[in-house]
């Protein structure tokens, strides 16, 4: 895959909502197999699209990646032997040694693409916009769009973009908020329910909410997809000012979110507890996965793991130079 089909795929994923890690080459020393500019993306399962480098920089990156996406923070990694940065390594850079069968090395940056909820939010209210600027706040993708907008097709609607930018559309993966304040609420809410999102909510009072959806009932929208509809939307705060009524809603969104309760809505980022187990290569020094991946061999009772088949084939052949090297 080259640079234009990263890109492609890049716009891909994240409009399926997908989690993955972006990973560029920003400096190269040959003999490495990889150049400047060269992209790649790492997803979720661990699978490499594009090119980083060779059989050496690829298991590093891919290990790398998927912390970046565990805990949400970009890293700019060193690939290649501690002795050729000696101790000109910035503060905050982390050094991976990959001294197998390359002199060559490389600078990664790898910044992580993850998924944020989206909220469509239908009306003009004062309230509406309070909470627009809410959601903005979290860093929700919102959009903020008029009755006459908010289309019963996909044609010519994408998320994301923003308030009054035209046609807005929603899927299952989108929470909306219909908040037209009696002005059209039934075709509102008939449409959206059609779109089946992950959460829609109506902004009335409860008795406005049950002539909405009775009357929707009489021209025969489905009863499953009624039972589905929030009305009121929000916590039950009582008499409120419109900001209050914004919160109430926001802050049901961001329970149910944390609940596990919107299927396709990105759950909350949880900081992983820990990174996966590494070795080191007794043979080359370099940081491996200890699993079935960094090529295990068992050697008077221990378990040692390796970069690449070279590696372990020279680890077999003498095993105990490299355990003495380990044990000094």
Not at 100 to 107: I, M, V
Not at 171 to 200: C, F, K, N, W
Not at 246 to 272: D, F, K, M, N
Request: with cysteine; aromatic share 4%; glycine share 12%.
């Amino acid at each position: 895959m080259d640079g234009l089909g990263v890109l492609e795929q890049i716009g891909e994923l994240a409009r399926s909502g997908q989690a993955f890690a972006l990973a560029t080459v920003v400096w190269r020393q040959g003999p490495s197999s990889s150049k400047q500019g060269s992209r790649a993306i790492i997803t979720t399962d661990g699978e490499l699209h594009g090119w980083i480098g060779g059989a050496c920089a690829e298991p590093a990156v891919i290990r790398e990646a998927k912390q970046v996406m565990a805990d949400g923070n970009p890293r700019l990694l060193l690939l290649g032997s501690p002795d050729q940065f000696g101790g000109a390594v910035p503060d905050g850079m982390t050094v991976v040694p990959i001294s197998c069968q390359s002199e060559g090395a490389l600078e990664v940056y790898i910044e992580p693409v993850l998924p944020v909820p989206h909220l469509v939010i239908v009306g003009g209210s004062p309230m509406a916009h309070s909470l627009a600027a809410m959601a903005r706040a979290l860093g929700w993708c919102t959009d903020l769009c008029r009755p006459q907008d908010f289309t019963a097709t996909g044609q010519g609607a994408g998320q994301g973009a923003g308030e009054g930018a035209g046609k807005q559309w929603a899927d299952e993966r989108s929470m909306v908020i219909v908040a037209t304040q009696g002005h059209g609420d039934e075709d509102m809410v008939e449409r959206a329910v059609a779109m089946r999102p992950a959460y829609l909510g109506l902004v009335a009072s409860r008795r406005r909410g049950e002539a909405v959806l009775g009357y929707l009932a009489e021209r025969g929208v489905p009863r499953d997809q009624l039972d589905r509809v929030h009305a009121p939307a929000g916590l039950d705060l009582g008499k409120t000012t419109h900001e209050e009524m914004a919160v109430a809603i926001l802050a049901e969104l961001v329970q149910l979110r944390a609940s596990g309760a919107l299927s396709g809505v990105p759950a909350p980022r949880v900081q992983e507890k820990g990174r996966e187990q590494e070795a080191t290569d007794p043979v080359c020094g370099m940081t491996v996965t200890a699993n079935a991946a960094g090529r295990p061999a068992e050697h008077e009772g221990v378990t040692y793991y390796f970069c690449c088949a070279g590696c372990r084939q020279k680890f077999s052949e003498n095993p105990g130079a490299y355990t003495e090297a380990v044990l000094r």
